[in-house]
């Protein structure tokens, strides 16, 4: 079954143009995996919460890219300073439409 992984990034006012110009020039190591869908950043019209969401072939694909060395490259190096409190992470089935 696909599934979607959807992490919500909650991100300082004044680092929201950073925040984006590092997914923009981001290496895009997720997209040569095995099982990858669709990528997709969302930005908020209110609050700072970001919504980065991945979908995936499977569970099995998605939990190889999350223990992959392309995923530890691809996450390191954003400073705590830019995000005014912790991420949160949610796995979803998808249903299909």
Do not use: C
Not at 31 to 58: I, N
Not at 80 to 90: C, H, I, M, V, Y
């Amino acid at each position: 079954m696909a599934v979607v992984a959807v992490n919500r990034i909650f991100v300082k006012p004044e680092f929201r143009e950073v925040f984006e110009a590092r997914f923009r020039e981001r290496a895009r190591l997720v997209e040569t995996r095995p099982g990858f869908v669709r990528f997709e950043l969302l930005r908020p019209t209110t609050g700072d919460d970001y919504l980065v969401m991945t979908w995936w072939a499977s569970k099995e694909a998605f939990e190889a890219w999350v223990n992959s060395e392309e995923f530890r490259r691809g996450h390191r190096g954003a400073p705590e300073a830019w995000f005014s409190r912790p991420n949160e992470f949610q796995l979803y089935e998808a249903l299909g439409a």
